[in-house]
């Protein structure tokens, strides 16, 4: 079995956002409860997370380690939130888990833990290591002769990181087609903008350099999104990444384009009047 | 601890100029009366961890002293080629903090669990490793980190911790403190454990036991004459630390008593994190807990080894 949306169009469009705005409530609503967390970049990587689990992966909830699935690395990890509400949302953990977060005992910690949680596919949260890792499972599928795609997601401040390069080499080295790679670029990190800290633009001519496939975007039109997603998986010879221009904390109007939104979860009256902006009158209902 | 400790690299630039600070992604605001004062000697370089140890050994070659600061995991495990060759082989002024050294990120995960750093940084020839007790004691160290020959890694614990030393004490990179003396038992401890040893050592003083407690804020290079004279007179030994039990202060200090082939048996035991990844998350309190890395424990295994001549205590958790 697969989970397939069959949808088109602006239906298509309005059911992934309506899927974004339900991760974006539940991402304030964890952060909150939990009192510390990632808000920022989870928020911004949300329309795009939306859009790969609801329209691009073939995947099955009820079995995470299906063979042919196609894989999705948050190579951010930091951004554990955004993971863990589509996870929610597509039925691999129970929603109830979202408002452990961070506890002693739960399942879900600051950074998503493969040993842990049914659907995360490996253990992030040292930045730079996803790409690579997505490069092996990326290999592994062509020798096994499986069709399966792997999508990552890895930050702008993430890609100063050495290791993101050594692995862009490598995976246009090997025409790894089946690798889609997004970078969520909101261009702050925790010390301020990544372009003050350490520029890495012009990041798309960069990518093409080493011989990907590279498409801009904005990362909040959910068409553009749909639109680059297809592209990539049809695309052959080369690996593809989708450059994605994003604002961090996107959707709540006091914590976008905020450095220090990064890593400090709302308090409960900011919760409140987040969720209210996301279109929850009554937090406890949600 | 950290502010007291990055606070002092600023205090010591103000007046010495081979004093620069390179911090990767470190957080928004981080010392920005450094950069302001200072711009010439200040560096954020982002998320580059084995880039910044490359550029600080470069810097510290042409006679700069280096400090650098990062989340303890990533200026350790992640660069440890480059911590290795060009700061150690090359023996270099750089100074590593590493922050949250031990379960402070313990609601992070295994990303930022420090639980090794000891143990990977103590096999490095020349590395100096020093774990303070408590912001006070940082304020000791901190000055004669500048011209202490060679590389050091400086291990912070959580911010807001108790004061446990007494601010008149003196201090050396290489120095063991004794903080309690007795004839029953030697606990030896490092970093912001010592209050859970001290602790343990008023509990058993009510059942009439006597336990001396070693501080040894430097784990490298170890203060044997101080640690093997207690150790010699002390029938049972207890080490304490929030690290892995492989590697740390635990093994240091059974490396030093084993071959110093005392006449007179030694009861042993190590009390830290045991041979695995933890695998719950939460507070480091609650791990620190979970793993038996706290008074309570300390007093039970005093107690039991008073009790059994030998043979191995099974106190492990994980
Ligand atoms: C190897 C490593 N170094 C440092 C960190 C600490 N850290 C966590 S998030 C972050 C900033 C990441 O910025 P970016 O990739 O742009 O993420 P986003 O803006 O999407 O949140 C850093 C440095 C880390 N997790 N891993
Ligand atoms: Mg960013």
């Known amino acids: 079995m697969k989970v397939e949306t069959k949808l088109e169009g602006p239906e298509l469009t309005e059911f992934l956002q309506e899927k974004a705005l339900t991760i974006r409530r539940d991402i304030i609503k964890m952060t909150g409860i939990a009192g510390s967390g990632h808000p920022g970049g989870s928020l911004s990587a949300t329309d795009i997370v939306a859009a790969i689990y609801w329209y691009a992966l073939r995947h099955d909830p009820n079995q995470p380690k299906w063979k042919e699935r196609d894989r999705f690395i948050l190579s951010k990890g930091h951004a554990a939130p955004v993971l863990y509400a589509a996870l929610a949302e597509t039925g691999y953990i129970n929603r109830d888990v979202l408002w452990t977060l961070r506890q002693f005992g739960s399942a879900l910690q600051g950074h998503p833990d493969m040993r842990k949680v049914a659907g995360v596919e490996i253990s992030t949260g040292s930045l730079g290591q996803g790409l690579a890792i997505a490069c092996g499972i990326a290999l592994a599928g062509r020798l096994d002769k499986l069709d399966y795609k792997v999508y990552t997601v890895i930050g702008d401040g993430e890609s100063q990181e050495g290791e993101i390069w050594e692995a862009a080499m490598l995976a246009a080295h090997y025409k790894l087609d089946n690798l889609i790679a997004i970078t969520d670029y909101n261009d702050l990190q925790i010390d301020g903008r990544v372009s003050d800290i350490k520029d890495v633009c012009p990041v798309d001519d960069k990518w093409r350099a080493f011989g990907w496939h590279v498409i801009c975007i904005d990362g909040h039109d959910m068409d553009q999104i749909v639109a680059a997603l297809d592209e990539a998986r049809q695309l052959k010879g080369k690996p593809v990444m989708i450059e994605a221009k994003t604002i961090k904390g996107k959707g709540v109007s006091f914590m976008e384009d905020m450095v220090e939104w990064h890593g400090v979860a709302p308090n409960q009256e900011q919760m409140i009047a987040a969720l209210k902006e996301l279109g929850v009158d009554d937090w406890t209902s949600w | 601890m950290r502010r007291t400790c990055l606070n002092m690299v600023y205090e010591l630039a103000k007046t010495d100029e081979r004093i620069f600070f390179v911090g990767s992604d470190i957080g928004f605001g981080t010392l920005d009366e450094f950069k302001a004062d200072f711009p010439g000697r200040f560096f954020v370089e982002g998320v580059s961890e084995a880039n910044v140890i490359g550029l600080a050994a470069g810097l510290a070659l042409e006679g700069k002293i280096v400090y650098?600061?990062?989340?303890?995991?990533?200026?350790?495990?992640?660069?440890?080629?480059?911590?290795?060759?060009?700061?150690?082989?090359?023996?270099?002024?750089?100074?590593?903090?590493?922050?949250?050294?031990?379960?402070?990120?313990?609601?992070?995960?295994?990303?930022?669990?420090?639980?090794?750093?000891?143990?990977?940084?103590?096999?490095?020839?020349?590395?100096?490793?020093?774990?303070?007790?408590?912001?006070?004691?940082?304020?000791?160290?901190?000055?004669?980190?500048?011209?202490?020959?060679?590389?050091?890694?400086?291990?912070?614990?959580?911010?807001?911790?108790?004061?446990?030393?007494?601010?008149?004490?003196?201090?050396?990179?290489?120095?063991?403190?004794?903080?309690?003396?007795?004839?029953?038992?030697?606990?030896?401890?490092?970093?912001?454990?010592?209050?859970?040893?001290?602790?343990?050592?008023?509990?058993?003083?009510?059942?009439?036991?006597?336990?001396?407690?070693?501080?040894?804020?430097?784990?490298?290079?170890?203060?044997?004459?101080?640690?093997?004279?207690?150790?010699?007179?002390?029938?049972?030994?207890?080490?304490?630390?929030?690290?892995?039990?492989?590697?740390?202060?635990?093994?240091?200090?059974?490396?030093?008593?084993?071959?110093?082939?005392?006449?007179?048996?030694?009861?042993?035991?190590?009390?830290?994190?045991?041979?695995?990844?933890?695998?719950?998350?939460?507070?480091?309190?609650?791990?620190?807990?979970?793993?038996?890395?706290?008074?309570?424990?300390?007093?039970?295994?005093?107690?039991?080894?008073?009790?059994?001549?030998?043979?191995?205590?099974?106190?492990?958790?994980?």
């Open chain 2, 68 to 318: 650098t600061n990062t989340i303890a995991t990533f200026i350790t495990r992640r660069c440890f080629e480059q911590v290795a060759l060009d700061l150690c082989l090359h023996n270099v002024n750089v100074r590593l903090i590493g922050n949250g050294g031990g379960l402070v990120y313990a609601p992070l995960g295994p990303t930022h669990q420090a639980i090794e750093d000891i143990a990977i940084f103590r096999a490095l020839p020349r590395m100096a490793i020093v774990a303070p007790a408590d912001a006070e004691e940082m304020k000791r160290l901190m000055p004669l980190t500048v011209d202490y020959p060679g590389p050091i890694y400086i291990r912070l614990a959580k911010g807001g911790d108790p004061v446990v030393t007494d601010p008149g004490m003196s201090f050396r990179i290489g120095k063991a403190f004794v903080m309690r003396r007795g004839k029953d038992a030697l606990i030896v401890t490092t970093g912001m454990m010592l209050k859970a040893a001290l602790d343990a050592a008023d509990k058993l003083a009510q059942d009439g036991l006597k336990a001396a407690v070693l501080h040894m804020p430097t784990v490298k290079p170890l203060d044997t004459s101080v640690l093997l004279d207690l150790a010699e007179k002390a029938p049972i030994i207890v080490t304490v630390e929030e690290h892995s039990i492989i590697g740390g202060l635990g093994s240091a200090v059974a490396e030093a008593v084993a071959e110093a082939n005392f006449d007179s048996v030694k009861r042993f035991k190590r009390i830290g994190i045991p041979d695995v990844f933890p695998n719950k998350y939460g507070s480091q309190a609650g791990l620190l807990t979970h793993f038996g890395i706290d008074t309570e424990t300390i007093v039970s295994v005093i107690r039991q080894l008073n009790k059994r001549p030998s043979g191995q205590l099974a106190t492990e958790r994980n």
